[in-house]
Structure formats: C-alpha cells, structure tokens
C-alpha cells in the first residue's frame, strides 16, 4: 500500500535532510554519459526526487562549474568534492512565487532564511510594491534605511535595481514584479482620482520598460493605497501593455475574454470570517 505524504512533511523532511540542487529535466535520462568521469562535485548516494511526478530514485550526480552535467551511477567517477547523500534527499530547489524581500536581498544577499529552507528562486514585487521606479530623491522612508543600514539607493528603474544586486551578489535566482502602488505613486503621487491621459501614458511607458529590462509582470494589492483608488479600466489597460493580468476569479473570465491575458491570483483571509467581503485579493500580473 502506497503512504501519503502531506506537503508540510514533505518541507520538513527535506529541510532537515534534504541536499537541494537544480535538476533539469532531461537530465533524468542521462543516466550515464560516458565522456564524462571527472566533476568539480558529486553528489552520491542521494534519493532523488525531481518534481516530474514519478518515484524517488536512488542517484549519483556529476556537477562541473554550476552545471549539473550527469545524473546516474557514478561509481568509476572522480572528483575534486565528493558529498554522501546516503539517506538524504536531493531535489530541485523551491521557488517562492510570493516574496517580499526586495530591499532584504541587498542588506544580506546571501539570504540564509530561504537557503536554509531549500528556496532557491523567489518572485519579489508583490502586492503592488517593488523596488522601482523610484526618484533619485530619497523619501523619507529611504533615508531612514540609508542612515540605519547603510543602503544606498543608486537607481531609479529595474535595470539599476539588477546592477545594483549583481554587484553585491545573491545567493538565490531572483526575478521581480513591478509594483502598480509603486508605479502610481511615482506618476501621481497619492492622489484619489483617474490618471489623466498623459499619465496613463507615462505610466504606460514605465510598464513596457520594465518589461523589457526583465520584470515577470505587474502586481496589484487593491486593499492598499494608492491601489485602492484604481478601478477595473485603469487595471485593463495597464495590463494591455504585456497582455498579463492577476485578478478576482469571476473578473478573470471577463479579462481572459478581452484581452487573452494567462493568469493566476492569490486570496488571503484577514479575519476568520467566511465572508468573501473578508477576504483580502492580491492581484499579482506574472
């Protein structure tokens, strides 16, 4: 008889014993690949799991630089490190699609509190706040972080948020949202009523250029400001710039049908309330 196992097992035991490591797909396959003997490590001895679905499987892996190059017997390989992984589990690393370490990332870039978890890829820029754009004149809340912290905040778009974070070093991949409270602040401030149409086009602009240097999306947090004051049209047609939107699951329909957008969306309660009125809706385009 087959035993279940439930996801916080499942985390638990491979936090504490667990050996995380990205494992492509088609490397499964490989079992052996003879023109290859020497790695900079293997891994041996592991139980494999590697997110297709199928069974654990009792593996050896050959890495070289941060490449996995062989999963299989690697009984005749040699290497430079050899790490036993008898009895511990080796899977890919997990992504954390909802994370909120946009400016903690460039305080301590070796993010131990996810790397002791076994994430190593997260999504950051959720709820309607990024890191961009922003103003080379420092808001109050950045001088704060600048003379408690010593951040400074050299950019003002993505492509010098990823600068900035590839000088420091990161010890995770990380991929980011743009903010749509960020964005509306940064074009109109707090201000309670529709863009002008100058505005949205700037705003517009922004958007496509974030998406170019690498922004996975926009995100929406409606239950806070500047957010609040958004409604559905303005949403549309911010998202019409990359087609992509994160919405209310009976709005979802609608957009699907207009604009063709993929999607996925996030509910969280904040009471214990069985009313939908309690629940809170992140809206999150990726």
Not at 104 to 109: F, H, V
Request: glycine fraction near 8%.
């Amino acid at each position: 008889m087959k035993k279940s196992i439930s996801r916080r097992h499942f985390i638990k035991s491979t936090a504490k014993a667990g050996i995380f490591a990205g494992i492509p797909a088609r490397l499964r396959y490989r079992r052996t690949l003879s023109s290859l003997n020497n790695f900079d490590l293997l891994i041996k001895n592991g139980l494999v799991l590697d997110g297709l679905n199928s069974n654990p499987h009792k593996s050896d892996l050959g890495i070289i630089g941060d490449r996995i190059k062989v999963v299989g017997n690697l009984d005749s390989a040699t290497s430079r490190s050899i790490v036993d992984a008898e009895d511990k589990i080796v899977s890919p690393g997990f992504v954390d699609i909802h994370s909120h370490t946009d400016l903690e990332l460039l305080i301590n870039s070796k993010a131990e509190s996810k790397i002791r978890q076994g994430i190593t890829t997260e999504l950051s820029g959720n709820c309607g706040f990024s890191t961009f754009p922003r103003k080379k004149i420092l808001s109050p809340f950045e001088k704060g972080l600048k003379e408690k912290l010593n951040l400074d905040f050299n950019w003002t778009d993505l492509e010098g948020y990823h600068s900035t974070m590839e000088k420091r070093g990161l010890a995770i991949n990380h991929a980011t949202l743009i903010g749509q409270g960020t964005l509306r602040n940064y074009v109109m401030g707090n201000a309670r009523r529709a863009p002008t149409a100058k505005e949205m086009d700037t705003m517009k602009k922004i958007v496509a250029e974030a998406m170019e240097q690498g922004a996975f999306g926009l995100s929406n947090g409606l239950e806070n400001a500047p957010e609040r004051f958004s409604n559905w049209a303005f949403i549309l047609t911010l998202s019409g710039t990359f087609k992509q939107l994160f919405t209310f699951v009976m709005f979802i329909v609608i957009i699907f049908w207009i604009t063709g957008a993929g999607s996925v969306f996030t509910l969280r309660k904040k009471d214990g309330s069985r009313s939908l009125k309690k629940w809170i809706i992140n809206e999150d385009i990726k």
